[in-house]
């Protein structure tokens, strides 16, 4: 914070006095309100026609499904794939932007989170072939939440565990019931994290200097908007990990009573 100090003079110009003003706080406010209204109104604008883009696709793609053409058929799964990882970033954009500006809005109801789970598992498994994903679940556990952004929370989990893990390595995804919580983790075998990196893997655009140095791609967001998710359930996230030796990052939930 800088503070700009000028003298207060009465009409004669007699100083009287000193006024102090912490104008850098104001503007960088400014500036990160300007930021986020731009993402928000980025991220809306592109939200349109990658919708309608994602609706042509799946028309097509039932209509190629009747066909023989396997090359076809293909491409047009690549093609929805990547149509469906575009829009995971747009909406992570457009939460962000929302949360900033406090208009983030949790739409709860009552569901089976282990349900829940196995969806975004074989949903996951339908992208992913470069690693195997095991579930050791707990049986059904109705919670009371948002069902689309508990599923943002456990596939940002599984694609980190899928981005920051080698080929071939095995991710763990778990559920355990407690006495008044449910709490789920997701574990990898990948490159891990530095203890004075791991304290900060949750702040806004946090990414860890080495993750840019091996090309792999990603905002820095993802884990901020699931921590802000899980925070407005009352629930608790976090994340051990020992670097060279895979994470496995935890979250719970408090339970319906
Ligand atoms: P992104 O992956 O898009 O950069 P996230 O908010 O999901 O953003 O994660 C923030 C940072 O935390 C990542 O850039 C990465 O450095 C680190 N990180 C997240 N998950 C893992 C993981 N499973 N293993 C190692 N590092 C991770």
Known sequence: VSLSISPVKDPQGRIIG????ARDITERKLDEQRKNDFIGMV????KTPL??????????DAKLRQSEDT???GAMQKAIIQIKRMTGMIN?????????????QIDKAHFDLQELIEEMIAE???TISSHTIRFQGCGAVRILADRDKMASVLTNLISNAVKYSPKGKLIEVSCEVNDRSVQISVRDQG???????????FDRYYRVSTTHTQHISGFGIGLYLSAEIIRHHGGDIWAESQSGAGSTFYFSLPLVE
């Open 71 to 73: 090359f076809l058929a």
């Open 43 to 46: 991220s809306h604008e592109l």
């Open 191 to 201: 490159m891990g994290i530095k203890p004075n990196d791991l304290p900060h893997v």
């Open 51 to 60: 919708t309608s883009l994602g609706a042509i696709i799946q028309v097509a």
């Open 18 to 21: 000193l006024s102090k003003i």
């Open 92 to 104: 992570g954009f457009l939460n962000i932007s929302r949360l900033e500006s406090g208009k983030i």
């Open 124 to 126: 996951s498994e339908l």
